[in-house]
């Protein structure tokens, strides 16, 4: 397995950031919450600890909101163009990064589906539908 640290960035490429394997966890995370804050059906959530993180561009720009009552979720956004970015986790020395901000393969794969009892009602696994390279024809 290759060590090389991978580049991630927001959406404007504002926001920009490093980190290196290996990695503490890597899991889809179906909760209400992650629901929300993505916009999506799940979160991908990558783990890495604090020592294999680095922000590289953009940290100023980085906007938080700490949900009221909540234990430890935070959602950490670029004030430009809103996309999720990288949080130090509260309860644990990680860093959660939204995989989708990756512009290299962390090589790890997903390990498993969390808060599932709490997937949205429409979910339906990608592979009981039809693929299509980019638009359906
Ligand atoms: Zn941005
Ligand atoms: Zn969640």
Not at 33 to 38: I, P, V, Y
Not at 45 to 65: C, H, I, M, T
Not at 81 to 88: E, F, K
Not at 111 to 123: G, Q, V
């Amino acid at each position: 397995m290759n060590d090389d640290p991978i580049s991630g960035s927001c959406l404007c490429g504002t926001v920009k950031f490093t980190v290196k394997p290996p990695f503490s966890a890597f899991r889809y995370c179906h909760c209400s919450r992650c629901r929300k804050a993505s916009g999506s059906a799940h979160a991908a959530n990558l783990f890495v600890p604090r020592a294999q993180f680095e922000w590289s561009a953009g940290e100023d720009s980085v906007k938080r909101y700490d949900l009221p009552q909540a234990q430890r979720f935070s959602v950490w956004f670029c004030g430009e163009c809103g996309s999720r970015v990288p949080h130090n986790v509260k309860t644990r020395e990680d860093v959660l990064v939204p995989a989708g901000l990756l512009d290299g393969d962390p090589q790890m794969r997903p390990e498993n589906n969390i808060f599932w009892a709490s997937k949205a009602a429409w979910y339906v696994e990608p592979h009981e539908r039809a693929f299509f390279s980019e638009y359906p024809k």
